[in-house]
């Protein structure tokens, strides 16, 4: 009774929050973790309840010294490979950041290279899907980025403004359902329009969100001076001189 209990009370701020949520529609108080707290303790308690439920069903059963050692060594297992994993992303921190962090070779040094060669207040043209890491990666600021959603109400039209001429030609938001999860297919139609965008249109991007870089994850395609290079990335740098923009 008192576990049943202790579940019922640390679902309050869960509560609190379902109360809240038609109030605060930009998640300005249910951004705190105290509203997330049900997230962990429903599952958690429910367990635990499931396990009490199992140990009072067991109370009389003969074999019941059996069954504490089965519970034992499934607990014992359960830790050691807890713990494995555990130590495995230890060690992924001493490299960080690397691949257990989705962060490739290739990714790390375009990331050194800038945070080296750069000003920090340098502005990028980058996908607005791939990479997406690219902010804290290289400590630089980016035009927008597909999973960076505004905070705020206002902001939501800049940044469907942005991520539409990130994607070029393509209209990355037609045929979207309100009633379907459209972000893989909107996501798909970025990434497409992004490498399809001609030199014209990426000095265009530059000259808008006034950016001294434009990256692309492909082999040399722009017109562009390559400020860097490696195996996945290109950097290109604006020409010093623009060139006619009908030009081809």
Aim: proline residues 6%.
């Amino acid at each position: 009774m008192g576990l049943a209990a202790f579940a019922l009370v640390s679902l309050i701020p869960f509560v609190a929050g379902v109360l809240l949520a038609p109030v605060d529609i930009e998640g300005k108080f249910l951004q705190y973790y105290p509203f997330r707290f049900g997230d962990i303790m429903l599952p958690l308690t429910a367990w635990l309840l499931a396990c009490c439920a199992l140990e009072q069903a067991c109370e009389q059963w003969r074999s019941r010294p059996l069954l504490m050692t089965a519970c034992l060594v499934i607990l014992s297992l359960t830790c050691a490979l807890q713990a494995v994993a555990f130590s495995q992303q230890a060690i992924a921190l001493e490299k960080f950041p690397s691949k257990a962090q989705r962060v490739s070779s290739e990714a790390k040094d375009l990331g050194e290279w800038i945070r080296k060669r750069t000003r920090q207040d340098t502005i990028f043209v980058t996908s607005p899907v791939e990479l997406d890491n690219f902010h804290w990666l290289a400590e630089r600021a980016t035009v927008a980025k597909f999973k960076l959603v505004p905070p705020t109400a206002e902001g939501i039209p800049e940044w469907i403004t942005r991520l539409s001429d990130l994607s070029g030609s393509i209209d990355p938001w037609v045929n979207v359902s309100r009633t379907a999860d459209n972000s893989l297919a909107i996501q798909r139609r970025m990434i497409q329009g992004y490498e399809e965008l001609t030199t014209p249109q990426a000095i265009a991007l530059m000259r808008k969100y006034k950016a001294r870089y434009f990256l692309a994850e492909q082999a040399p395609q722009l017109d562009l001076p390559i400020a860097y290079q490696n195996e996945d990335y290109t950097l290109y740098t604006r020409p010093t001189r623009q060139k006619n923009p009908d030009a081809t």
